[in-house]
Structure formats: C-alpha cells, structure tokens
C-alpha cells in the first residue's frame, strides 16, 4: 500500500513540475546509495523509458568498485541500458586547483550531459529529497547567500531534474526495506568533516528535537521565501535591465555611474541588483564608499569582477577575463592567417619596403625579428620603445596615457620577438627597433583586421 501510495506521489509530482513527458527517455545518476537506487525503482515501476549511469570517483577503493557492480547487476536485472566511467577525481582535482567534491561534480555533469546527448535523453534525473533540499536552505543561511538561497534546491533547472523531492530521508528508508532495494552506504556520508554531513548529522536532529516535523515546515517555509524572491524579481529585474547594458565585447556589462547613482542609498536594491553576479554585501559597502575615489579600482566577487571607470562600472565574468590573458597564439614564418581572442590578422612578405601610416597596420623589418613570434596580452614589465618618442617606456604607462582601462588592456594584441622584445602593440604603436628604413630589404607587414 505504502508503495503504490508513493509511486503516484511520484507520478504527480512529475506531472505537477513538467519534468518530462511521458515517452521521453530519462537518464538516471544512481550511485548505488538508497536515494538514487530507490529512484530508480520508481521510474521502473512507472514504466519509464530510462538509461542507468554510474560514476565510479575512484575515491574508496575497492569500495567503490563494490558500488559499480551493484548497480550494473541492478540494472542487468530489468534490462535497463547501464553506463559507469571511472573518474581520475584527485588528479583532476589537482590539475585545476579545486576541491575534490568540485572535481566530481564536473566530471560527472560534463559526463552526464555527454550521455543524454549521445542517447537522446530529454533529462538527467538526480536523487536528491526534501531533506538535501533543507540542508541546502541551512548551508546558505550559513554562507549568507541572502533570498535567492533560501529557494534551496530547484525541481528543474535546465536538463536537471530532481524528482524526488517530495520524499524525505525518513520515508525512503522505510521504501528502500518494504520494497527490498539493494544498496550500499557511502561510509563518508557518515563523516562530520564536510559541512553538510554535519548539518545532517548534527544540526537537523537537534531542531527536530525542538520541531519533530522540522523538515516538513522548513519546506512550507521555503515555498514562501520562493514567492517572495519571485515578487523581488518582478520589482527588481526590469531596474537592472534598465541600468545593466550589455557591451559588443563579449560577456561585458557597462552600468553608467550616473544611472546607478540615485540607487547607492538603497543597499538592500543594490544587493538585488547585483545579486546574479554573487557580491556580498560587504564589497558593494567598499563599492559605494569609494565611489568618489580614483577610477581603476576593482571589486571581486566569487564569479565576477567589477572595475571602476571613469563613468561608468564594468562588469565581467573572471573566467573570461583568465581566459583572455593565458591566449596566447604563436606565428611561425611564413603563416598568413593568425587569429588571437576573436582578432583575426593577414601577415604579408615582401621584397619591397612600404610604410603604413594605419593603426591596424604593422610594417616591420623581417631581418631584425626572430621567429616565432607570438601575440599575447600584456604583462607587468613591458616596455618598448615607440616609433617617434624617444627612449623606452612601461607598456602600463602607455595605457594610462591612452585611457585604456584595465579590462581593455587584456584585449589589446602585443606583438612578441621571439627574443621576448615588443614588437607593435597592435592598433596603436610599432616598437622603433623593429621599424623599416633604407637598407630594409624584407618586409613583414601584419594587418589587424
């Protein structure tokens, strides 16, 4: 009775939240632990059209590979299609200089994502209940994440469904006994070392002693802080649409100071503001302090950066900003299309020496560069020494002297000897050692197109 009772729970909850259509097909995560393996009974019993994937994190040892073949039994059991990969997580993890809980949740989405695409899934479904549901809510009053945190966990957000959201931790173990689902405990989920584990172990069973429907009434609760974050979008967003103009420079955003002035007073506006880019609270106070102070300053949030220019505050994100400054594309002699960033440039040779007076153009001696060379951002220590000044000067102070901003700089292509010399800050000035004069006889003309 319990089983029926939930499996269309189940169905209506999928229904009620448009997770997917009937005949779509389903891709689960299932690790092998209650939650997913109960999941994916549900979705066998509702006759749903699904694909199994596991992910073995190499994290515990044989422990792990136990983990696998449970659930490839379970799945050879009722002829459901089963997909596992074994993940180099700590490599990764070291690789790109983030936790080991970040390096499996990339590995598996990215691998998740790649699975729906090649077996034409219209969503991935991952076993998280009302219970991770509330620890979420508490982690983020923890972080200070403000309103938009407190909607916790979302029943679908793009390919990603949660469809067991309507159960807490209490009623899948008694499904996972009545029901005789095989599974395997994640001993580390046993552990107090991570925050949320303490929450679970340590922090819900305390206020259940206080509420013993606590997870229940959180999630009442929730509801409420959802309509009232949606209530704040529909006051807030058209503002930021209004004053937040998105650039032709890919992923920039320009807010002019003078728009954005009349709104500094109203912290809690400014917060909702910028909110989508994740700045606390306490860097938009240093924001609004210095506001009269010299341009040039930069603000950081967790995502995004915010520079402050001279009439107007730019906004990007830090990744792109990164990506930008490690491009770096080499010319090799004889190469004539070079692409840099989303700049394109032609490089001609020549016998004849002809001099340019264009911006985008560079005409340079081919007998006084070593090849390759290479385009790149600047970096701090640049000098070179421009056509038609005297003496060398700081690439740095150039740009001061031009009024290129910081996040401009990173965009502008510096030409590079491959003795490590300047060449030409492209669409600005040539280096005078590299320049051509009468006894040139080969030429090397670069345009910026």
């Known amino acids: 009775m319990l089983h029926m009772n939930v499996l269309e729970r189940f ?14 097909r389903v891709l ?9 393996m109960l999941m994916a009974k549900l979705f066998i019993d509702a006759s749903i059209d699904i694909i199994i994937a596991h992910c073995n994190f190499s994290l515990r040892g044989e422990e792990s590979d136990k983990d696998e073949a449970l659930v490839a039994t379970f799945a050879e059991q009722y ?13 990764y993890a070291e690789l790109h200089k983030i936790s080991i809980q970040m390096a499996a949740r990339d590995l598996r989405y990215d691998w ?25 809510v508490l982690l983020n009053i923890v972080r200070g994440t403000g309103l938009a945190g407190l909607q916790g966990i979302q029943a679908k957000r793009g390919a990603i469904i949660r469809p067991l959201l309507f159960l807490d931790a209490k009623e899948i173990t008694r499904l996972i006994v009545e029901l005789d689902v095989p599974y395997r405990d994640d001993q580390s989920n046993f552990s107090t070392k991570y925050a949320r584990n303490k929450i679970r172990l340590d922090v819900v069973p305390r206020l259940e002693e206080i509420n013993p429907e606590f997870v229940k009434g959180l999630c009442q609760s929730v509801v409420h802080f959802s309509d009232a ?27 002019r100071k003078e728009e954005l002035q009349p709104h500094l007073k109203n912290i809690p506006l400014l917060y909702a503001l910028f909110e989508p880019y994740h700045f606390q609270m306490n860097v938009l106070m240093d924001l609004v302090n210095s506001w009269s102070n010299e341009n040039g300053r930069i603000f950081d949030s967790t995502t995004h950066r915010i520079l402050v220019d001279r009439s107007a505050l730019i906004l990007r994100p830090i990744q792109s900003i990164q990506e930008e400054q490690n491009d770096i594309t080499w010319i090799a002699e004889g190469d004539t299309e ?27 001696d081919r007998e006084k560069i070593i090849f390759p060379l290479q385009i790149r951002s600047w970096q701090e220590g640049d000098v070179f020494y421009p056509i038609g000044m005297r003496g060398k000067k700081k690439i740095s102070d ?13 965009r502008v292509p510096i030409l590079i000897d491959g003795s490590g010399e300047v060449i030409w800050i492209a669409n600005y000035r040539l280096d005078n050692r590299f320049k051509i004069t009468d006894n040139t006889k080969k030429v090397l003309t670069l345009v910026c197109e």
């Open 11 to 24: 169905k209506a909850y999928v229904y009620q939240n448009n997770l997917f259509q009937i005949d779509d």
């Open 28 to 36: 689960l995560a299932v690790s092998g632990g209650k939650d997913s």
């Open 79 to 91: 002829a459901i299609p089963f997909f596992s990969k074994q993940f180099d997580t700590i490599g």
């Open 112 to 136: 998740f994502e790649k699975l729906r695409s090649e077996h034409a899934c219209r969503c991935i479904a991952i076993a998280q209940h009302k219970n991770d549901h509330i620890e979420t």
């Open 229 to 255: 974050y949606t209530l704040l979008r529909q006051f807030v967003d058209p503002i930021r649409e209004a004053l937040f103009k998105n650039r032709v420079v890919k992923n920039e955003i320009v807010i």
């Open 338 to 364: 070079i692409c840099w960033n989303d700049m394109r440039f032609q490089a001609l040779y020549s016998e004849t020496p002809t001099i340019s007076f264009n911006r985008n153009v560079a005409c340079i």
């Open 398 to 410: 150039y740009f001061i002297q031009q009024k290129i901003n910081l996040f401009d700089k990173a």
